[in-house]
């Protein structure tokens, strides 16, 4: 009997692999934290006699919070400013009788000695008068320590101490915590060996990217939805985590409505940098081979089927990035795959023409 005759090469179609520019984005997870914490505490000893906000409010800046018993101080300034009205009383004497001193001396009718010990008097009246007006200001400070007030603006939480307590300076009791929660702090971690993959395709030129201070970054919450305003990625950290190998990152929201709170997980996406000439292939055109390596089928120069290995390196949306083993102008078979075989003949499938507007 005659061989039988070679079946036909199967038609398939194929997508023109093209490069294009493509921003690069990261998402990655974190915490909030307060851009500011101030521990309001007991700068003096005494007891607590009231309390002047409302737990949970915001408060200004110089607000006051707390009164404490400003009797012992009051008295204390009152004594300092007895003191220096007494210093200042005899450096008065102190100096007249100096001056007169001076006159005498100069017509010898007192010895230097004399002279001597009445300049000292008076400068020892000098700085016992200069002592006392320092003790005068430390009086004054000490009674406006009575008045406990609030170091920055911001949230303020649950008061540690009630009216009637004892604080002391010595342990300086906490008597309440401020958090500013406008802007706010998100702080990120990301893979070390990515940090470097960025910085070097930075410097060979393969990605393009903006300046640090101009990275925007955008929160999304629990569910996917992202906040309306739109924050910027302050710092990376200079330091990897010896215990997981990442790179602390911050960044820096706004959060006028005070929508997140300290301490809540959210994520955060920015632009690492743009590539210039990306090439994307669909997901659904990528395989695996044994070794897990991702395989594309190629038409061949000599219209046979060609098993290519490539390298990708992330996803965006439904395609793969990739890496290498892919160049301009390669043809990716997108039909008949599961027919195919490497080295298998195939020939292009006519393109239909799309109907008219007529038809």
């Not at 004497?93 to 009788?97: D, H, N, R, Y």
């Not at 030129?205 to 393009?208: A, I, T």
């Given at each position: 009997?005659?061989p039988?005759a070679?079946p036909?090469?199967?038609?398939?179609?194929v997508?023109?692999v093209?490069?294009?520019?493509v921003?690069?984005?990261r998402?990655l997870?974190?915490?909030?934290?307060a851009?500011?914490?101030?521990?309001?505490r007991?700068r003096i000893?005494?007891?607590v006699?009231e309390r002047?906000?409302?737990e949970?409010?915001?408060v200004?800046?110089?607000q006051?919070?707390?009164a404490?018993?400003?009797?012992?101080y009051?008295?204390?300034l009152?004594s300092?400013?007895?003191?220096?009205?007494?210093?200042d009383?005899?450096?008065d004497?102190?100096?007249?009788?100096a001056?007169r001193?001076?006159?005498?001396v100069e017509?010898?009718?007192?010895?230097?000695q004399v002279?001597d010990?009445?300049?000292?008097?008076?400068?020892?009246?000098?700085?016992e008068a200069?002592?006392?007006r320092a003790?005068?200001?430390?009086?004054?400070?000490n009674l406006g320590?009575?008045?406990?007030?609030?170091?920055?603006?911001?949230?303020?939480?649950r008061a540690?101490?009630t009216?009637?307590?004892?604080?002391?300076q010595a342990?300086a009791?906490?008597?309440a915590?401020i958090q500013?929660?406008?802007p706010?702090y998100?702080?990120?971690?990301?893979?070390?060996?990515e940090?470097?993959?960025?910085?070097?395709g930075?410097a060979s030129?393969?990605?393009?990217g903006a300046?640090?201070?101009?990275?925007?970054?955008?929160v999304?919450?629990?569910d996917g939805?992202p906040?309306?305003?739109?924050?910027?990625?302050?710092f990376s950290?200079?330091?990897v985590?010896?215990?997981?190998?990442m790179v602390?990152?911050r960044?820096?929201?706004p959060n006028?409505d005070?929508s997140?709170l300290?301490?809540m997980?959210?994520?955060a996406?920015?632009?690492e940098?743009t590539d210039?000439?990306?090439?994307?292939?669909?997901?659904?055109?990528?395989g695996?081979?044994p070794?897990?390596?991702?395989t594309?089928?190629?038409f061949?120069?000599?219209?046979?089927?060609?098993?290519r290995?490539?390298e990708t390196?992330?996803?965006?949306?439904?395609?793969?990035l990739?890496r290498?083993?892919l160049?301009?102008g390669?043809?990716?078979i997108?039909t008949q795959?599961q027919k195919?075989?490497?080295g298998a003949?195939v020939?292009l499938?006519?393109?239909t023409?799309a109907p008219?507007a007529?038809?």
């Open positions: 009997a005659p039988a070679a036909p090469p199967l038609a398939v179609e997508l023109t093209k490069s294009q520019a921003e690069l984005t998402e997870p974190g915490r909030t934290a851009s500011q914490v101030a521990q309001v007991a000893n005494g007891i006699q002047r906000f409302t949970g409010a915001y200004n800046a110089g006051v919070l707390f404490i018993d400003p009797a012992p009051q008295a204390d009152d300092a400013r007895a003191n220096l009205a007494r210093a009383a005899n450096l004497s102190a100096k007249v009788q001056e001193m001076t006159t005498l017509t010898h009718a007192i010895s230097q002279y010990d009445a300049v000292a008097r008076h400068l020892a009246a000098d700085a200069a002592a006392a003790a005068v200001r430390l009086a004054e400070i320590y009575t008045q406990v007030t609030a170091p920055i603006s911001g949230r303020i939480g540690e101490v009216v009637g307590a004892y604080v002391q342990t009791t906490l008597l915590t500013q929660l406008d706010l998100v702080d990120l971690s990301q893979s070390a060996d940090v470097l993959r960025i910085k070097e930075l030129g393969r990605l393009h300046d640090q201070a101009q990275i925007a970054l955008t999304l919450r629990n939805s906040l309306a305003q739109t924050g910027s990625l302050q950290d200079v330091t985590d010896p215990g997981t190998g602390p990152l960044g820096l929201v006028p005070t997140l300290p301490g997980f959210v994520r996406r920015f632009i940098g210039p000439n990306a090439i994307l292939v669909p997901q659904s055109l990528v695996r081979n070794q897990g390596d991702g594309v089928m190629l061949g120069a000599d219209n046979t089927v060609e098993l290995i490539i390196s992330r996803t965006i949306g439904n395609q793969w990739v290498s083993g160049q301009p390669d043809r990716i997108t795959r195919l075989a490497p003949p020939q499938a006519p393109v023409a008219s007529s038809q």
